[in-house]
């Protein structure tokens, strides 16, 4: 029986049609899927998640399908933010590992099986502790590999840099290889590109081992992988992709990659940095439910022009296909339907206080700035008017970020830059956009920190006169859904004001003493000295040095 035999409606949808889920708001109880899980997980899952997200309950059933794990295809999945996108591949993973499905090396604890990679240390470390709940009651090993370790767990967590590094040690560990995931894919690749191909050029030159057939362009780290799957231990290499290997051929292992994203990132480039194979593709957003789109990456071929960048630089998000073959798989940028979006006219000088009041009586307030100084000024002015407000920005030190990021004190706000926009799961009910977001895919993760799971959430949108507000709402196809959010003038705190100014003013002149009484946690920031750029300087894990 092959994947098309399913009863998944999902597997078989008819040529060149998206195919359309019927259900798509309503969760469904986890008990749907126990009969796929092993027992011991399911007796795991089902105290954590009585039900299943609506995205999970149309792709667990068909990612935990034995059938389809032998016979894998790639997989490319954007969903909204929130959606349960992370579930999706730590049941199949874990169920695969317990099973030994798949003919791979089940339980073997000696063998890398799954590599799960995250654009940042701060993300992978999210994520490692999501595997937690389930590998460490079932006696799996897993590692987070964000530094210089290379253990021989079972699974393994990790930013692209650690696993450039694991590679430089050597490429026997990926023998047993049959899971690689690629979470928020479009940061990942988009950014990534050209190093993906350096590293697959450098890392072959290193070991000594044949050249790729010149002219290749698709210099990927999943070409990478492939190729060392197929190579034998005395290090000779048969330059060979692994979807192309004989499945009847000794010690197959068969190896799935899949990438998920919460802003569509564009399939031609999915297929180009991270070598899918004929890859399914699925968005799903709330309201519309799941599509797959047919024919994969534009059928056989590789469709239209859908360049990278193109979401950011506007044009309608309605009805833009993915790909010449990808029929229904719109650009995607929407926000969940869980989130209610508000936009709220201010000046220059109103803003700090606009954002204190809209904080008030919020359990979690969470608000974005576009740069380090911005939100180090903010977090000074709010921690001075008494609210609790930290910092979360590339100056603040490793480990005060991670304080940030379990803090859960009552209405707590954390003041950040773009670098808690994707993935974090902060527990925020509401997101202030102190400065307005840049591109469109900023918007939507940046909102996207609120109504996560079954949660709602707000997001308000600071607009100074002739900034382009209409600019967003038309593109993200929902002109009219966000509200209007007023703060008047009456309700400004005059008191606070004249606080603002007295903090701009002394820090105008260097006073640290002042500093030292308002400022930032010790420990939290480098307080010594302002920054001085409006430039960003968050740490995102570049090439994977910059984890410290
Ligand atoms: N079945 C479920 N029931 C209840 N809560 C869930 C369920 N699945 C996931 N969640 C919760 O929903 C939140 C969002 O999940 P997750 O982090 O997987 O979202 P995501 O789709 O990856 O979002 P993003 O694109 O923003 O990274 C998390 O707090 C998670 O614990």
Redesign the pocket.
Known sequence: MDENDTSNPLDNPKPNEALVSSSNTT?TA?TVITPLLHPSLASLLLPI?????P??SHLLPLLLNPHVIHNPRDLSVT?????????CFILPIVNSILKGDGGGVGKDKGRVQAVVILPTVNLAQQVYS?FQSFTSPLNITLSLDTVNSASATQIVVATPGSIKRRFETGNGWVRGLRWIVV??ADRVGGQRMGWWGGFKEETVRKRKRPQLTSGDTKQTLADLLDTVVSGDDSGNVTIQASYNRDPMEPNYTPLRKMC???TKQHDVMRRQVFGLNHPRIFDFRKERGVVEARGGLGGEGEGGDDTEGQHDRGGGAEGRGGGGGGGGTDDMHYVSDNITEEVCNVTAESKPEVARILSLGQPCTLIFCNSTDSAHRLTRYLQATGIKAKELTGKVSKGGRKRVIEWRAPRRVIVATDSAS??M?LDVDLVVNYDLPTSLSQYV?RA??TG????TGTVVSMRKQGEAWAKFEKELGRAGRVRARKVEEADMDRGALRTLKDIMKREEDGDLGYEEEHGVIPGDSDSSSLPSSDDDEDDEDGEGEGEE
């Open positions: 969760s986890t998640y009585p039900s299943l997200l995205l999970q969903a909204e933010t929130g959606s349960g996108k992370t579930l999501d979470d928020e998920f994203s919460a994707r993935g799961n993760h996207g920190r996560r799971g079954f949660g």
